[in-house]
């Protein structure tokens, strides 16, 4: 679940994320110089980026997720 009245980001909350043409759920951590890393869960598939935080839109803060394990 997305509030979208929640987008002022703060340290290490999840957040709906659109960088460019592509909308990701990740983890944002404050850099200096206005820079934000962009952290998946999943760091095994996706490796951390740093880019600017003006590169970002935030779509809403996440406050509700489930999960279902399927084994293949």
Same mark, same amino acid.
């Given at each position: 679940?997305?509030?979208?009245?929640? *987008? &002022? +980001?703060?340290?290490?909350? %999840?957040? &709906?994320? !659109?960088?460019?043409?592509?909308?990701?759920?990740?983890?944002?951590? #404050? !850099?200096?110089?206005?820079?934000?890393?962009?952290?998946?869960?999943? !760091?095994?598939?996706?490796?951390?980026?740093?880019?600017?935080?003006?590169? %970002?839109?935030?779509?809403? *803060?996440? +406050? #509700? #997720?489930? !999960?279902? #394990? +399927?084994?293949?």
């Amino acid at each position: 679940m997305i509030d979208t009245g929640r *987008q &002022a +980001v703060k340290e290490g909350l %999840l957040y &709906a994320l !659109r960088f460019g043409s592509t909308v990701m759920i990740k983890r944002l951590s #404050f !850099r200096p110089g206005g820079r934000i890393l962009v952290i998946s869960d999943n !760091r095994q598939e996706y490796d951390p980026f740093e880019t600017d935080l003006s590169e %970002l839109h935030v779509i809403g *803060q996440i +406050v #509700f #997720f489930c !999960r279902t #394990f +399927v084994p293949e």
